[in-house]
């Protein structure tokens, strides 16, 4: 079992940043992929990306220009910390951010019944 634990949003100005972070414990997860999703209001879960845990390699969503270049994803297998950098915030980025796990490839394509583990999510709220 793996368990996954957000924390690191908040309210921010547009044009400023955040660092989520997922704190991951439970099962050896070195052949895992840890991944950030985000939820705004009435809208469905979508990808933002997700890097693998042995090598650090990253996947970033094929879709959603919008984040590409603004967000970045990184890991410290020291302290089991899966962060998610996000810079020049808009306020499209609104949402609630969610961490999550499987024990395998993590891209847009996957689909969410294939991933096991989640976070509980943390709510980032960007203002004009």
């Known amino acids: 079992q793996v368990q996954l634990v957000e924390s690191g949003g908040g309210l921010v100005q547009a044009g400023g940043s955040l660092r989520l972070s997922c704190v991951v414990s439970?099962?050896?997860?070195?052949?895992?992929?840890m991944g950030w999703f985000r939820q705004a209001p009435g809208k469905e879960r979508e990808f933002v990306g997700a890097?693998?845990?042995?090598?650090?390699?990253?996947?970033?969503?094929d879709y959603a220009d919008s984040m590409k270049g603004r967000f970045t994803i990184a890991r410290d297998n020291a302290k089991n910390t899966v962060y998610l950098q996000m810079n020049s915030l808009k306020p499209e980025d609104t949402a609630v951010y969610y961490c999550?796990?499987?024990?395998?490839?993590?891209?847009?394509?996957?689909?969410?019944?294939?991933?096991?583990?989640w976070g509980q999510g943390t709510q980032v709220t960007v203002s004009s």
């Open positions: 999550a796990g499987r024990p395998g490839i993590l891209v847009t394509s996957t689909p969410y019944k294939q991933i096991p583990y």
């Open positions: 439970g099962r050896t997860f070195s052949s895992y992929f």
């Open positions: 890097i693998r845990w042995s090598d650090g390699r990253t996947y970033y969503t």
